[in-house]
């Protein structure tokens, strides 16, 4: 009787809450066609099976493109990592690199792999499949391959190759080699002191040449395809349904107790919740922003580490909105916004915070967290409607003379929350917030392509430096930045990667300085951590990855 009451209470408070995915962006197919058949029928439901929520339907699992949460809810069952990053400690855990050496000038990279990693057809996973998925992806360009950018803008010679999205065979120059079969030996530009916090992305991962064709994913979602993690898929429909069954050949294959995994899509956040409460998922990981409130204090809810921030996107490149152009403008925004009206109307200081820069609060700093200290020395950005509205006057905009902006989000109770919030703010100074809404996939298709005026952005750390969020700022890069950023600001990142200690820490307060700043590319509103809800029946549920999931 109380789950059903706590349903129900449930339903009545979350009632209007519109259906949202997770994930950042998520990059299209490398070429046209359908995704080959996966698969014949669904098992049926059972005990001793771990169900779990995908939030959103993934697109082709192919780990060179990889690069949104939903998709790689997938991907992580069925691949076995270079490393992973501990959740209760934020360090690096070797997993199929079992070890590394590095050069003492920094820059030649030996990594040892592990002799017992094995595709799940019982053939072994060698050094030079890793070095093939690595040129493979420096070779599908940035575009395609988000994250081939570490790969393509620190290894000796990729940058060339990434830019001509040249075939494999012509990269015999890139400084990436297979020693023998469980020795890789990755030459770098200059040396980088954060480089194999990067390795926990997925375009890490190995794929099979015979297999893994260049310059096309339509193989990534046959079934039949063999991989390395401590799960297969067994069946797949993208839209509703993914089913694994524990990989035998799997490196820690003893270690698997769950025989069985079960991924339900279910993109709505009232449905997720529902299917938690009634016990037809033990995890959910896309919920709607009372139910952190909902939980407090229950086990069943789990609060991650990783620092995200959520942020304004500005078109400074659009021409069809001059008014954007204008840093003025841009500043005035920025200061237009008093975030603790933000973070009230979110009702949650368990999850959300104001936030006062592009890096979140978790990140490690000079003396400390990365955040606090450039906040104590001084706050790039904070409220003034006085002076905002005399930068707006400047731009030629007044109380008779409104400038009317589009801001473009998907909706959820978050964002349809925020953007209230700051249509309500933005009126203060002369502007004329218009609302717009799409689904979850066209939205991140148009900001990824930079089709709009305003729009939300979010990120959530990739690895724990500071560097994962000042790259966002980069004109070099791809995804939803591509409307920010100029020459200054790559060249300031460029020169940081050189650096290393307390030095090179001090370069990205400085990038974070002239980016938010100075030239104001974005408008910091809140920081905040991610949380899920996890079945109290269920042992050793990690961050999305079940491997060693056992039931009670």
Excluded at 239 to 246: H, I, V, Y
Excluded at 471 to 488: A, I, P, Q, R
Aim: net charge negative; charged share 20%; hydrophobic share 35%.
């Amino acid at each position: 009787m109380k789950k059903l009451a706590l349903v129900l209470l449930s339903l009545l408070m979350l009632l209007g809450m519109a259906a949202c995915s997770s994930g950042s962006s998520s990059a299209a197919p490398a070429s046209s066609g359908e995704a080959p058949a996966s698969s014949e029928t669904p098992a049926e439901e059972g005990d001793g099976i771990f169900y779990f929520a995908v939030a959103g339907e993934p697109r082709l699992l192919d780990p060179a493109i990889i690069d949104d949460s939903v998709s790689g809810t997938v991907v992580s069952q069925i691949y076995y990592p270079f490393f992973t990053t501990d959740p209760d400690t934020n360090e690096l855990v070797n997993q199929a690199c079992v070890g590394y050496d590095v050069s003492e000038d920094g820059l030649v990279y030996t990594f040892h792999l592990d002799p017992n990693n094995k595709w799940s057809d019982g053939q072994p996973v060698t050094a030079e499949q890793y070095v093939y998925a690595w040129k493979r992806a420096i070779g599908m360009g940035k575009g395609t391959s988000l994250y081939s950018q570490y790969m393509a803008d620190y290894v000796v010679n990729a940058l060339p190759h990434s830019e001509a999205m040249d075939d494999v065979a012509d990269m015999d120059d890139v400084g990436l080699k297979a020693v023998d079969d469980y020795t890789i030996e990755m030459t770098m530009n200059q040396p980088c002191e954060y480089f194999t916090s990067t390795m926990t992305m997925s375009v890490y991962l190995p794929v099979r040449p015979e297999i893994a064709t260049e310059h096309d994913s339509q193989w990534a979602n046959d079934i039949s395809v063999p991989t390395n993690g401590a799960y297969k898929l067994t069946y797949l429909d993208a839209p509703t349904r993914f089913e694994f069954e524990k990989n035998e050949y799997f490196s820690h294959a003893d270690q698997v107790k769950t025989q069985k995994l079960v991924g339900k899509v279910i993109t709505d956040m009232d449905s997720q919740l529902m299917a938690f409460q009634t016990g037809e998922i033990a995890y959910a990981n896309s919920l709607g922003n009372a139910v952190a409130k909902m939980y407090a204090g229950n086990p069943e809810l789990v609060i991650s580490k990783t620092p995200a921030s959520y942020y304004l996107l500005m078109n400074s490149h659009n021409d069809d909105c001059p008014a954007l152009q204008n840093r003025d403008v841009r500043r005035a925004i920025q200061l237009g916004i008093d975030r603790s009206v933000v973070t009230a109307a979110l009702d949650n200081d368990v999850i959300y915070y104001e936030l006062y820069g592009i890096v979140s609060k978790g990140i490690p700093g000079i003396n400390g967290d990365f955040r606090e200290e450039q906040d104590a020395e001084h706050q790039l950005v904070y409220t003034d409607k006085d002076e905002a509205r005399a930068l707006m006057e400047g731009a030629g905009y007044n109380e008779n003379n409104k400038l009317h902006l589009v801001y473009y989000t998907n909706a959820s109770d978050l964002h349809d929350t925020v953007a209230a919030v700051l249509r309500e703010q933005l009126k203060d100074i002369y502007i004329d917030l218009e609302i717009k809404n799409a689904e979850i996939r066209t939205f991140f298709d148009d900001r990824e392509n930079g089709i709009y005026e305003i729009c939300r952005g979010g990120f959530s750390a990739d690895y724990y430096d500071a560097s994962t969020f000042t790259d966002l700022l980069k004109t070099t890069s791809t995804g939803e930045v591509v409307s920010t950023g100029n020459e200054t600001c790559d060249q300031m990142i460029v020169a940081s990667q050189a650096l290393s200690g307390d030095e090179r820490i001090q370069a990205m307060h400085e990038i974070e300085q002239y980016a938010i700043e100075e030239e104001c590319f974005m408008v910091p509103v809140v920081g905040y951590v991610s949380y899920t809800l996890q079945s109290q029946d269920w042992n050793n549920i990690s961050r999305g990855r079940f491997w060693y999931v056992e039931h009670k």
